[in-house]
């Protein structure tokens, strides 16, 4: 038997800029991998080929190269150590195996002048290893602690080590020297996670989320700075002056070490943090030119102020980004006004103003005021188009004002009621909104006329926010309490509407991604994606968090590489993907317009109404097409459940309240969310893909095309237990269910009518019909539920004898109490029955614990895994007939590889392939995937099981049977197995 690794995306550990074009090694777990460093593509995933197992199971956390040209590079993670170089083919070798030593790992570093590689353990002593791996010499401090985290520093006269400890101290002592301590200290709350020494400074990160700049010689703290919501786990130093923090707040923070004050920050993860960090200096080491200094220290050259910032996430990750320190000239200052009310860009160095005396003016810092509007009164507003700006007044009154001579051209407008709000429908056209939510659609080709008139439906701030016109004579609007309403020429009132889309803060843009297709974003800071359907019905098909941590979304570009949003009181133009800030300012909370220009001269021109003043900000502007994502990261939280979508193509749902589809390119995927709570579970149907979790919510997604086609929440009724009221633990006068589905099977389907069981976990089993049409009409159905009491942990569909028929069919359920129950379903789509009481329906005991998972073997044999670490094989109408222990922790996942044989996996990590009926383990393998949820099995032939007669051919040699495997937990990873009709010889645990 063959297993080949042929995905892994789990938590990147280390990583290590190689000099040159050499790319980048990055460690994901027990894996390493190398990533070229000539890659021009803006989204790269290493292959598989460029990728070795260096260790059985310990994760990778250090990587030293050998000296400033890294020939060889010590690999070390947990308690082991390997040596690895790179052919010329840029393949990686292991030069020295893995070698166990007695210690944990905590840094290494390279010694020059002995050729010697210097670790750090956690008990606060270093051993000197050569090449080879040899020990040459150990030394313990007097002072032994349990060591967290440090550093190695060497010179050409000492060694000095940095040892961060457990009890909130650092400790600075000498090993070639003295085993006596030169200084401690103590300033931290927390334990120290890392510690950095450049010339007089210390820099120390901590549990109690700060950075310490420490004087080395005195002891005394320079600077107690807080940048972070998380624990900080991660410094490397960019100079003498600057040091970078990240940690598990997925932020990057870039400090100056002399003043103490933060330069810049982003987000380039999600999830549960970063856990590696690299950097290179003055280049692109993305298109292999980079200038190294001392990166396996984090040193880089003194004036140097470009740096290109590697960093590895929990998700799976790896993001590039180009940081430009330089001077960046801003300028600050600003414009004498009595009350004014909105402010916008025409040119560079031009603002038009609004005042709430009615009056409109042109400013700017090297021209005088001067008023272009003086009698609306008490009151305007305005929208931009690409030839004028429109402004509206409190009676009714409209103007055009022509953007090159500012002369105001008067529209007649018979509507002489307050003018709400102006709304451009570029290049030409825009929507007036007025009291009474009358809506006036203006065309300004020639002369402003009137086009089309609608009504918007009442609400509390009844003003339009955004708008959008579609192809036949259709206008999409949003509104400021963020509802959503499609109207058409000639039609009063609108089509179709979405109270609520963005709550109660406004909708502030509408993109046309696709003829039927648009994109809207509000300031809830959240993505929504629409379908408008052949019956004018707008559908939501999809959610996502634009960037995180953001609270009002304003603009954000077609394609998605750039986006104007507010964080707290910070306005920031920057990059979604990588959460780079290109531009920011504090506006204050309490602002009330504002608005940006980036001119020809690459100048980004920033003005704001603040405290009846208006202020101006200008800063030069220098982007960075370097900054990519190098891998895309994966789920920001565990993942629950995948199922496979074609070969080496899956699903895979999340705890983060997202799905990805993952194609056989690893470099192409794609993610859905809009579920309110965690995805504990997804199922196919021959057309369907459905996915469930928290709040009893299951949504129905086209297999196809992913397009979301239903929205469902179980109401609390359908899966109480008979006897159950309103006593019971959750009201049942609220609609939405705090149950979780934590699982789903598919049943069947006709004439596109679906029947799915869903698992609850109140232990309740739901069976629910599912209707879906091309018109649009996609219907969930609550048929009948069974309670059994515990927690449900698996639904699968079982056999069933011939005699029922057709249209009968046996769900099988585990529970928590290690329970299988058998559910007899009976019956047409809009009446099937469910009860216990027919063959081949009946329970057993096949665990003293919980059953984690079960798999079907054949018509009636149950093969089951559970929290004893044992694999049962049973039937409903014999209980557990064998049973054996395969784990040495709980058993999660099973799943057959044909008739004879089966795979496990364990939270101890190991993959097992076992032989049926007799339970032998024929062979294991260790998984990088730490607290693994979910196993799933597909063959290459297509089948879920082979047919009989492929598995006789395979059993006679005349095929050979490949298995793709997918392991998913805090990651996921996926083997391909082949050749199970030999084994060999089982691996040591």
């Known amino acids: 038997m063959a297993c080949q690794v042929s995905r892994t995306k789990v938590a990147v550990t280390a990583l290590l800029p190689l000099p040159g074009d050499g790319g980048i090694l990055a460690a994901c777990s027990s894996h390493l991998t190398h990533i070229p460093g000539s890659t021009t593509s ?108 440090g550093c190695i520093v060497s010179s050409s006269s000492t060694l000095t080590v940095c040892s961060g400890t457990v009890f909130n101290e650092l400790i600075l002592w000498t090993p070639l020297t003295s085993t006596a301590i030169q200084r401690s200290y103590k300033g931290h709350k927390g334990v120290i996670f890392d510690a950095k020494l450049t010339g007089d400074r210390l820099y120390t990160v901590s549990d109690d989320r700060a950075l310490i700049v420490w004087d080395r010689h005195t002891g005394s703290i320079i600077h107690r700075l807080f940048g972070h919501s998380g624990r900080v786990l991660k410094i490397a130093l960019l100079g003498q002056d600057r040091v970078m923090t990240c940690g598990e707040d997925n932020t990057v923070v870039v400090w100056r070490g002399d003043s103490g004050k933060e330069e810049e920050r982003w987000t380039p993860h999600t999830g549960h943090g970063i856990r590696s960090v690299a950097v290179v200096t003055r280049g692109d080491f993305a298109k292999g030119d980079v200038t190294r200094g001392d990166v396996a220290r984090g040193e880089v050259a003194k004036d140097s102020s470009i740096f290109t910032v590697v960093t590895g996430g929990w998700d799976g990750g790896i993001v590039s980004v180009v940081v430009d320190l330089e001077d960046r000239q801003r300028r600050e200052y600003t414009l004498p006004c009595s009350t004014p009310k909105w402010v916008s860009w025409v040119r560079e160095g031009e603002l038009v103003i609004g005042d709430s005396d009615g009056t409109v003016k042109v400013h700017g810092p090297e021209i005088p005021p001067r008023t272009i509007i003086s009698d609306f009164g008490s009151y305007s507003v305005f929208c931009q188009l690409d030839d004028v700006i429109v402004v509206g007044g409190v009676r009714g009154e409209i103007c055009l004002v022509d953007k090159v001579d500012y002369t105001v051209e ?7 009621s307050k003018v709400y709000s102006l709304t451009s429908l570029l290049p030409s056209s825009f929507l007036s909104c007025q009291e009474g939510g009358h809506l006036g659609l203006w065309r300004t080709e020639r002369a402003a006329a009137l086009s089309a008139t609608f009504t918007l439906p009442p609400c509390k701030n009844r003003w339009v926010t955004a708008a959008l016109e579609l192809t036949g004579g259709r206008l999409l609007v949003g509104d400021r309490k963020g509802g959503l309403h499609l109207y058409k020429q000639g039609v009063l009132h609108p089509l179709s509407s979405i109270r609520g889309l963005h709550g109660d803060n406004g909708v502030t843009q509408l993109t046309i991604m696709s003829p039927d297709k648009v994109r809207s974003i509000g300031r809830d800071g959240v993505v929504r994606f629409l379908k408008i359907t052949k019956n004018n019905e707008v559908v939501i098909t999809g959610k996502e968090r634009g960037i995180t941590g953001v609270n009002w979304l304003e603009h954000l570009t077609s394609d998605g590489s750039k986006a104007k949003y507010f964080k707290s009181d910070m306005f920031h133009f920057g990059i979604p993907a990588t959460g780079q800030s290109l531009f920011s300012a504090h506006c204050g909370g309490s602002h009330r317009s504002w608005d940006m220009l980036i001119s020809r001269n690459s100048c980004i021109y920033f003005a704001y109404i603040n405290t009846s003043i208006v202020r101006v900000i200008s800063e030069s502007y220098r982007e960075s097409s370097s900054s990519r994502v190098l891998s895309p990261p994966s789920h920001g939280a565990e993942i629950c459940d995948a199922v496979f979508t074609g070969p080496s193509s899956f699903t895979t749902a999340s705890e983060d309240c ?30 369907f893909l459905f996915s ?37 633990k959750f009201d049942m006068r609220t609609p939405e269910s705090d149950q979780r589905v934590t699982s789903l099977c598919y049943i069947r389907e006709e004439g596109g009518v679906v029947l799915i069981a869903a698992g609850l976990s109140n232990g309740g089993v739901t069976i629910i019909s599912f209707r879906g049409s091309s018109e649009g009409l996609n219907t969930f ?60 329906s009946g329970s057993y005991r096949a665990h003293q614990s919980g059953v984690n998972d079960m798999a079907l073997i054949g018509q009636d044999v149950i093969v089951t895994v559970g929290d004893d670490g044992d694999i049962t094989l049973g039937s409903l109408a014999t209980g557990v007939s064998t049973r054996q222990t395969v784990h040495f922790s709980a058993g999660i996942g099973v799943a057959p590889v044909g008739h004879d044989r089966v795979v496990t996996v364990g939270s101890d990590q190991r993959m097992c392939l076992i032989s049926v009926p007799d339970l032998n383990i024929l062979n294991c393998f260790y998984t990088d995937v730490q607290d693994p949820h979910r196993l799933v099995v597909r063959s290459m032939e297509g089948n879920d099981i082979l047919e009989k007669k492929e598995e006789e051919e395979m059993n006679n040699g005349m095929r050979t049977a490949t298995r793709e495997v997918l392991i998913v937990g805090r990651g996921l990873q996926l083997f391909k197995i082949s050749d199970l009709h030999h084994h060999l010889p089982m691996l040591p645990p």
């Open 781 to 840: 159905t609550p048929l009948k539920s069974e309670y059994f009491g515990n927690c449900i942990t698996r639904v699968i569909r079982g056999g069933g004898p011939a005699a029922v028929g057709d249209t009968a069919a046996v769900v099988l359920c585990s529970t928590t109490f290690g329970m299988i129950h058998g559910l007899h379903i009976s019956g047409n789509h809009t009446a099937a029955t469910c009860g216990n009481h027919n063959l081949p």
């Open 658 to 687: 997202t799905l990805i589809s993952h194609s056989p390119s690893s470099a192409a995927v794609s993610r859905y969310s809009g579920h309110i709570s965690s995805i504990r579970a997804v199922c196919l149907s021959p057309s």
């Open 410 to 416: 008067r529209v007649n407008n018979e509507n002489i």
């Open 42 to 149: 803006s989204c790269y995933i290493p292959d598989s080929t460029t990728s070795c197992k260096v260790f059985a199971h310990q994760a990778i956390h250090v990587l030293t190269p050998q000296g400033e040209e890294g020939g060889h590079v010590l690999v070390g993670g947990g308690r082991s150590v390997a040596v690895v170089s790179l052919s010329e083919k840029k393949d990686i070798m292991v030069g020295v195996a893995e070698r166990r030593l007695s210690d944990w790992i905590v840094s290494s570093e390279w010694i020059e002048c002995d050729a010697l590689f210097a670790l750090l353990f956690s008990h606060n002593s270093i051993t000197l290893l050569d090449t080879k791996l040899r020990v040459q010499r150990s030394i313990s401090c007097d002072v032994s602690c349990i060591v967290y985290g």
């Open 692 to 728: 469930a979790g928290g709040r009893g919510s299951i949504r129905a997604w086209g297999r196809s095309n992913m397009d979301l086609l239903s929205d469902y929440c179980l109401p609390s009724d359908t899966h109480l237990p008979v006897g159950y009221g309103c006593n019971y």
